[in-house]
């Protein structure tokens, strides 16, 4: 049980273009999603919390017009990068929160390494 | 600041030996403790999570609480070489209304055969 899938595992795209991620809990249900961020040898770093039906928070530093996140269901958020440049190729993974979660625990995906030319 | 302190390592243990993972945190209200595990280029894989003072084992794995020292361990029996990666410890903190996660920079452990 809980199964975080993420689509797609590995992007490539063009500097200006935009890239959508998909994150899905595929066997519970999640109210909290979160989107985290890691560079080589790099410790993850939290981006933004999104809840299902809200508007979600981003983290000190973060652009919320350029990483954009929708929470549309109890088992979808996805993660839009706008206009990329090259100094957003990283790795991006998320996490969910299962909802019967009674401590918080978080199950990651698999992530989606982006890389900008 | 909440802050979640490990050794950076690398910790090198031999084959069928104790590997022994500390963390300590700053936040004396922190609820909830979690080790992660991540390989290199993949990411992080839940392995334990403990809550009380004490104890906790799950197969080879033993984790290890005491909140008045604000300390939480790993122990891993009986090391394979498949134990090496980066260990996470994570906590979740007092206050706020999302189940944030503050982890620690992480201690890359080797187990040679």
């Known amino acids: 049980g809980a199964v975080v899938s993420q689509h797609p595992s590995w992007v490539i795209c063009k500097s200006g273009t935009s890239v959508k991620i998909e994150c899905r809990s595929l066997?519970?249900?999640?109210?909290?999603m979160f989107w985290y961020r890691q560079f080589p040898k790099q410790s993850l770093m939290l981006m933004a919390t999104?809840?299902?039906?809200?508007?979600?928070?981003?983290e000190q530093g973060v652009e919320k017009d350029k990483f954009l996140i929708n929470h549309a269901s109890l088992t979808l958020s996805t993660l839009t990068v706008t206009s990329a440049h090259p100094e957003d190729s990283s790795f991006y993974i998320c996490?969910?929160?299962?909802?019967?979660?009674?401590?918080?625990?978080?199950?990651f995906g698999p992530g989606t390494r982006l890389t900008v030319t | 600041q909440k802050e979640v302190e490990q050794n950076s390592g690398p910790l090198s243990v031999p084959e069928g030996a104790i590997a022994s993972l500390n963390c300590t945190y700053s936040?004396?209200?922190?609820?909830?403790f979690f080790w992660y595990r991540q390989y290199s280029g993949k990411s992080p894989e839940l392995i334990m999570f403990?809550?009380?003072?004490g104890d906790k084992e799950d197969g080879r794995f033993t984790a290890q609480l005491n909140k008045a020292s604000q300390y939480v361990s790993l122990l891993i029996r009986d090391s394979q070489p498949s134990d090496s990666a980066t260990y996470l410890c994570?906590?979740?903190?007092?206050?706020?209304?999302?189940?944030?996660?503050?982890f620690g920079k992480g201690t890359l452990l080797t187990v040679n055969p």
């Open positions: 994570a906590v979740i903190g007092s206050g706020g209304s999302n189940y944030k996660l503050t």
């Open positions: 996490s969910a929160q299962p909802r019967t979660s009674g401590r918080g625990e978080q199950y």
């Open positions: 066997d519970f249900q999640a109210t909290t």
């Open positions: 403990i809550y009380s003072n």
């Open positions: 999104s809840n299902e039906g809200s508007k979600a928070t981003y």
């Open positions: 936040d004396r209200g922190s609820q909830s």
